[in-house]
């Protein structure tokens, strides 16, 4: 059974930066992409980055270009968010998804994720 449970968010100062983290497990990972989603008080669902487990392959949404870095330890079965130069409007619950259909082409619609985590929460004070 897949399981994806997110961790490290909390409260963090406009500027400041925070590294969220997604742990994976029940599958073998290998091969498929992996997505970080958020969603404001609100709002919807909005794609943040994605990566190809294998290829190392990335796609960011506009707004986190420059500023977040999506990663993943193989060995320790995680993905990662690195987030820096944080705003107001970043804050969020940050979602990590799995996506098992896609391959080569990373998805930017959480339709095409399969596997979600609980997410967490990240608030960029001003």
């Known amino acids: 059974q897949v399981q994806l449970v997110e961790s490290g968010g909390g409260l963090v100062q406009a500027g400041g930066s925070l590294t969220i983290a997604c742990a994976a497990s029940?599958?073998?990972?290998?091969?498929?992409?992996m997505g970080w989603f958020r969603q404001a008080p609100g709002k919807g669902r909005v794609f943040v980055a994605a990566m190809n487990w294998s290829t190392g392959n990335t796609v960011y949404a506009e707004a986190a270009k420059g500023r977040f870095t999506i990663s993943i330890d193989t060995a320790k079965n995680t993905v990662y968010l690195r987030m820096t130069s944080l705003k107001p409007e970043d804050t969020a619950v940050y979602y990590c998804a799995a996506d098992f259909m896609g391959g080569a082409r990373l998805s930017r619609e959480y339709h095409e994720y399969a596997y979600w985590g609980r997410g967490t929460q990240v608030t960029v004070s001003s």
């Open positions: 029940g599958h073998t990972f290998s091969g498929y992409n």
